[in-house]
């Protein structure tokens, strides 16, 4: 049986298999990988951090292609740590896919095709709308709209979150202080700002700069931290923001592993309870642990705000205890700006 090893760069290599099955080829990597592991030790003592990438070969492929899967079986074994690893077709469509979607997002927002839109928040005690979330709609080729489940996460794993932030923030600033010129009774609008964002150098003081910049009061525009990006390193941030002048709601509470360490009335103002949280309520006995974790929050003096409430038995639960915001489907869903601005306009002509 045939092989062709090939030295990339100092311990780097990679190895083609021809005329050998998929089974086979494990095996034969192994004794080659051995082989140049034991001549590397001897070159490189303690510096060297070799990779190992092979492929089959079948009949009729490139030169280049064949090239191109050895290469990116390497990558994989840098990228998963497990010093050699065969081409993988099914992650290699995955990576490409993934590359071309950021790559689309990235045109989009350059070109502000990044749509934002507003849901209501609810406020039970002056049974008016009380605020609003702002959230990312992006507006694919054909018109779709996908929804930011699919892309934010992306994002945020390839460290490229903070220019979504920035940029659904700036665009919400220079929303508001439309409105607010237009003579719209504007309410407070909270953006989500992700934990790549809060460790982006200077962050507070860009934010400051563009609210500035377009000359609105910090008291228009909230800030979201979902819990599970609260650690010791964003804690000065977040007070940073605070002492700026905005207002921090902490988001999503209660989705993963709840840290009560984290609500913070020296950090947050607010807290917003996660869906699951209220799909809890109808049970018994999860009513109980929402009732004391509701009572808890309120008597460090900080708002509660529901989300993702669909039902009017969650509606009555929820007024009962006293909360204070709700958000979700069951008064409104997210709507562009324009129809926001007009449930705005409505409410305060009626
Ligand atoms: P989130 O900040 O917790 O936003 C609330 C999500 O719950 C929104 O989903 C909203 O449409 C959905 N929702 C509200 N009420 C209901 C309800 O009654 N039932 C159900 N089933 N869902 C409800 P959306 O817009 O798909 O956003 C998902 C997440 O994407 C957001 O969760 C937020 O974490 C993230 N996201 C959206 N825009 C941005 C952004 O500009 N920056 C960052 N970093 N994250 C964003
Ligand atoms: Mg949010
Ligand atoms: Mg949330």
Redesign the pocket.
Known sequence: LGKIVARVSDDQFIFFFPGMTEEEAPAKCMELKEQILGKLRKIYVNQSNPAFGYCVVNDGETIERLRGRAMFAKSLAKLERTLYHAYDEKAAIELTNTVLLLDEFDRTLERSGVEV?Y?PKYDIHGKCIGGA????RWRAKDGQII???RF?PLL?ERGK?AA??EY?FTKVCLQQKKWIEEGLPVVPVS????RG?LLTSDIVHRYQQILESTGIDQSCIYL?I?EDSVHADVVKIIKAFRQEGFHMLM??FGRGSSNLANLRRDLFHGV?F??SLIDLISSQVEETVLRSTMQMVQSMGMQITA????LQEQVDFLESLGCDEI????YY??MKADAFARLLESRYRS
């Not at 989300?307 to 669909?310: I, K, L, S, Y």
């Open positions: 839109w849901q979330e702002a959230l990312a929804s930011p489940g934010v945020e979150i979504l932030d659904v953006v989500n700002i992700s964002s979201e979902t988001d999503d917003k996660d869906k989300e993702g409430v669909e958000q979700g489907y069951f869903r997210p």
